[in-house]
């Protein structure tokens, strides 16, 4: 045996490619929509600075998994999620700051693919993914990888944005070309590694689609979820995915009759336990941490019920001179008498208006609420009781009707940044039923 054959490793490098594989390849590129998009604009980063930020990661992610003498299912998906978020950066890179536009980007990372294939194909005499050892092999499957998730970025956002199919039109289009791949497995004798590269480009578009359709607003299709919740979840699913699937080869075959299957449901119930624990937990830490957040800037303040001590430590550093409780006038309530006492003792104005985060507020409300926030003294904190719902949608109507922000600025106040989450089976999904509602009166189309 001579020095290469032992220095190279006795398995594949890379996931398996089975159900699974798809299913964490999909949350994974989703990831990177979302993950994305958090970074250069939720956070404001800017798509240069993000793209800098994140190809960093990989680098360093591709770094460790070349340096590793086997496959690490963790470190496998941790890179494929990187190339997916710094994939996501470098087209919004190429369409937006270089102004090459959706359809321009898409076509000359095509020609990148289709090039890094053939040099792929060229040098090494095939393109399979099955059997990836050698530092050689592996650099061009990692470079495929990240040139696609780039063009799957574009693509996506193409048909999503400018072809007029919006998001879930864009999702069936792309979910039927998978579907013909996935016949074209199972019913013909097409190459598995021509079909394999044919969904892996396409996955990409699909999470680009799926990332948009759960992040952006429901005016524009979506479903409103935001950039922070859709990554956290996504993620989450992705970690349950790896975790489940990760068990040595031998486990289940060396277990006794019953206990595969026992094994398999106390997984799952795991998962979905993690799953459900991620928002949930998320939400619960925004409550307990007072959920402050900068509405206008030493103008308008949100957060969750204040405690008297949180009440004057906000009053003292941002000069408070009124509060909106808008869970209305309780006294006898231990909550309310203490914030009464609170606000006096501190010389702020008290402004009570009940509304309901489970009830679609009337035309009336909305009135009285824009007559408040116009003639409250300032700098005004919102809140409600956790600060997620009602404070939003108030946040949301001020911007818009008394700060003049535009209909997508406005709209973020109603976001999973700040715990609310927009699903229409929640109840209170009434709040963006009433943004919707509230539109026209706030001078935005139908």
Same mark, same amino acid.
């Given at each position: 045996?001579?020095?290469?054959?032992?220095?190279?490793?006795? $398995? !594949?490098?890379?996931?398996?490619?089975?159900?699974?594989? %798809?299913?964490?390849?999909?949350?994974?590129?989703? &990831?990177?929509?979302?993950?994305?998009?958090? /970074?250069?604009?939720?956070?404001?980063?800017?798509?240069?600075?993000?793209?800098?930020? #994140?190809?960093?990661?990989?680098? #360093?992610?591709?770094?460790?998994? #070349?340096?590793?003498? *086997?496959?690490?299912?963790?470190?496998?998906?941790?890179?494929?999620?990187?190339?997916?978020?710094?994939?996501?950066?470098?087209?919004?890179?190429?369409?937006?700051?270089?102004?090459?536009?959706?359809?321009?980007?898409?076509?000359?990372?095509? $020609?990148?693919?289709?090039?890094?294939?053939?040099? %792929?194909?060229? !040098?090494? =005499? @095939?393109? !399979?993914?099955?059997?990836?050892?050698?530092?050689?092999?592996?650099?061009?499957?990692?470079?495929?990888?990240?040139?696609?998730?780039?063009?799957?970025?574009?693509?996506?956002?193409?048909?999503?944005? @400018?072809?007029?199919?919006?998001?879930?039109?864009?999702?069936?289009?792309? !979910?039927?070309?998978?579907?013909?791949?996935?016949?074209?497995?199972?019913?013909?004798?097409?190459?598995?590694?021509?079909?394999?590269?044919?969904?892996? /480009?396409?996955?990409?578009?699909?999470?680009?689609?799926?990332?948009?359709?759960?992040?952006? *607003?429901?005016?524009?299709?979506?479903?409103?979820? =935001?950039?922070?919740?859709?990554?956290? &979840?996504?993620?989450?699913?992705?970690?349950?995915?790896?975790?489940?699937?990760?068990?040595?080869?031998?486990?289940?075959?060396?277990?006794?009759?019953?206990?595969?299957?026992?094994?398999?449901? #106390?997984?799952?119930?795991? $998962?979905?336990?993690?799953? /459900?624990?991620?928002?949930? =937990?998320?939400?619960?830490?925004?409550?307990?941490?007072?959920?402050?957040?900068?509405?206008?800037?030493?103008?308008?303040?949100?957060?969750?019920?204040?405690?008297?001590?949180?009440?004057?430590?906000?009053?003292?550093?941002?000069?408070?001179?009124?509060?909106?409780?808008?869970?209305?006038?309780?006294?006898? +309530?231990? %909550?309310?008498?203490?914030?009464?006492?609170?606000? +006096?003792?501190?010389?702020?104005?008290?402004?009570?208006?009940?509304?309901?985060?489970?009830?679609?507020?009337?035309?009336?409300?909305?009135?009285?609420?824009?007559?408040?926030?116009? +003639?409250?003294?300032?700098?005004?904190?919102?809140?409600?009781?956790?600060?997620?719902?009602?404070?939003?949608?108030?946040?949301?109507?001020?911007?818009?009707?008394?700060?003049?922000?535009?209909?997508?600025?406005?709209?973020?106040?109603?976001?999973?940044?700040?715990?609310? /989450? @927009?699903?229409?089976?929640?109840?209170?999904?009434?709040?963006?039923?009433?943004?919707?509602?509230?539109?026209?009166?706030?001078?935005?189309?139908?």
């Amino acid at each position: 045996m001579d020095a290469s054959s032992a220095a190279r490793p006795s $398995a !594949s490098k890379v996931a398996a490619v089975t159900s699974a594989f %798809w299913i964490m390849k999909i949350c994974a590129t989703t &990831v990177g929509e979302t993950g994305g998009d958090m /970074v250069s604009m939720t956070m404001n980063v800017g798509y240069a600075a993000s793209s800098l930020i #994140l190809l960093s990661v990989f680098g #360093l992610a591709l770094a460790a998994q #070349l340096r590793a003498r *086997s496959f690490h299912p963790f470190l496998y998906w941790t890179v494929v999620l990187a190339t997916s978020t710094a994939g996501t950066t470098i087209s919004d890179y190429m369409d937006r700051t270089l102004d090459l536009g959706y359809a321009a980007g898409a076509a000359l990372l095509s $020609a990148t693919l289709v090039a890094v294939l053939l040099i %792929w194909r060229r !040098s090494v =005499g @095939s393109l !399979s993914v099955s059997d990836i050892r050698t530092p050689r092999v592996e650099a061009f499957y990692w470079t495929a990888i990240l040139v696609s998730n780039t063009l799957g970025t574009a693509v996506g956002d193409f048909l999503a944005d @400018s072809s007029g199919l919006g998001y879930v039109g864009s999702n069936l289009l792309i !979910s039927g070309a998978i579907a013909a791949i996935a016949a074209g497995y199972f019913f013909t004798s097409l190459s598995r590694t021509g079909l394999f590269w044919g969904a892996f /480009v396409l996955t990409r578009p699909f999470g680009a689609t799926m990332g948009d359709m759960l992040t952006k *607003s429901p005016a524009k299709g979506g479903l409103g979820i =935001g950039t922070v919740g859709a990554s956290a &979840v996504l993620l989450a699913i992705l970690v349950i995915c790896i975790l489940v699937t990760s068990r040595p080869a031998n486990t289940h075959r060396a277990a006794p009759r019953g206990k595969g299957w026992r094994r398999f449901w #106390l997984r799952m119930a795991t $998962a979905v336990a993690l799953l /459900v624990s991620v928002p949930a =937990g998320y939400r619960a830490y925004l409550y307990f941490a007072g959920n402050f957040h900068v509405v206008a800037e030493g103008e308008v303040y949100r957060a969750a019920q204040p405690t008297p001590e949180r009440l004057a430590d906000w009053a003292a550093a941002y000069h408070l001179k009124s509060v909106l409780n808008l869970r209305g006038h309780r006294p006898g +309530k231990a %909550w309310y008498d203490a914030e009464v006492t609170a606000a +006096k003792q501190l010389g702020v104005t008290l402004i009570d208006y009940p509304l309901s985060a489970d009830i679609v507020p009337t035309a009336a409300q909305v009135a009285d609420l824009i007559e408040i926030l116009a +003639k409250a003294p300032k700098p005004l904190l919102i809140h409600c009781k956790e600060g997620a719902d009602r404070a939003g949608f108030v946040s949301a109507v001020y911007l818009a009707a008394i700060a003049g922000a535009d209909e997508d600025t406005a709209e973020a106040q109603l976001s999973f940044r700040f715990g609310h /989450v @927009s699903l229409p089976f929640i109840p209170s999904y009434a709040m963006d039923e009433g943004w919707e509602a509230a539109g026209p009166a706030l001078g935005f189309a139908d």
